[in-house]
């Protein structure tokens, strides 16, 4: 069960109606540190982009579609004092990848086209990933056709030279400094998680422009494993088997994909053949790219997804 409190003491910081708060209980600096620590989100779907969560809103499939992220971008970071000049450069590459979509989704055969109509319409999303000098602005949009520059996406680095094709992109590439790319996801809106690609750009944060805690969920370990697992889940990523024992976590997401905590790192094998190693406080960009790397073991060994046996000391479940 997830802890009830930030700090996984299972205790109120504010106290409780006819006991001592913990002003009256505690040393002066350690009351001031409970005082300021954030509300307990249900769900970081909760927290909006500064706490931790990701903004996600659905697109237009009209001509809409570019004003309408432009719209949206300046609406996620409404609350976040970003420079002017970033968030202008923000709102004309959202704008650019949103006409890129609208682009796509027009020029899908007949057949997709239907399909598409079931499987939803595109989502823009945006969050922030890293702290302090790593600080980024994430921004992706989303829609259901994988076709990108005639192959199939993968991969979360960014898009190679060669893949620019149209001015927008060439926009994209110029303002982000060549940080986007494009990769394989699920869509985030709707009760059935469609496949499709995301393509992305991100925006370095100067430092000292935000506050180091901004967008990073100030929770214990254990809350934020519970809940990455929780994301997976409501991404479309059923069936995950869970062992858990001092501190250490595994989630067996599919034959080809485990996922371990140690502590507060999250660690897993990518496709490539690399570990990857990311901070459990990068809970949605953790989500996104065991997401992304799920879709990539799908696309690789459609047949062959199902949960594998999973193994943590004297833990023993077989999935």
């Not at 420079?83 to 990848?97: I, K, R």
């Not at 960014?158 to 940080?179: E, I, Y």
Request: glycine share 12%.
């Amino acid at each position: 069960m997830r802890p009830p409190t930030p700090d996984g003491s299972g205790r109120s910081a504010m106290g409780q109606a006819g006991a001592p708060t913990a002003a009256g209980l505690l040393a002066a600096p350690l009351a001031e540190a409970l005082a300021v620590l954030p509300p307990h989100p249900g769900s970081l779907e909760d927290a909006g982009v500064s706490g931790g969560g990701c903004f996600v809103r659905p697109l237009p499939v009209d001509t809409t579609c570019a004003s309408a992220a432009r719209r949206f971008f300046r609406e996620a970071l409404s609350s976040l004092p970003i420079p002017s000049g970033l968030l202008h450069d923000g709102v004309t590459m959202a704008s650019e990848l949103a006409a890129n979509t609208l682009h796509a989704q027009r020029s899908a055969v007949p057949g997709a086209a239907r399909q598409r109509v079931a499987s939803g319409v595109p989502e823009i999303w945006i969050y922030l990933r890293g702290d302090g000098r790593h600080c980024e602005l994430v921004c992706k949009v989303f829609d259901s056709e994988r076709d990108w520059d005639g192959g199939i996406a993968t991969g979360m680095d960014k898009a190679p030279v060669d893949s620019v094709s149209g001015r927008g992109l060439q926009v994209v590439d110029g303002l982000s400094a060549g940080h986007w790319g494009c990769h394989l996801s699920l869509s985030r809106l709707g009760s059935w998680k469609a496949p499709g690609k995301a393509v992305w750009f991100a925006l370095r944060i100067p430092p000292a422009v935000l506050p180091d805690h901004l967008g990073r969920p100030r929770f214990s370990p254990d809350w934020l494993v519970d809940e990455l697992e929780d994301m997976l889940v409501r991404r479309g990523l059923t069936g995950i088997v869970r062992a858990d024992a001092d501190g250490i976590s595994v989630l067996s997401i599919s034959r080809h994909l485990t996922v371990w905590r140690h502590g507060a790192a999250i660690s897993w094998r990518a496709s490539s053949g690399e570990y990857q190693r990311l901070d459990v406080e990068d809970t949605v960009e953790v989500a996104e790219q065991i997401v992304c790397a799920n879709e990539e073991a799908a696309a690789a060994d459609p047949l062959n997804l199902g949960p594998g046996p999973v193994a943590l000391g004297n833990l023993s479940v077989a999935g």
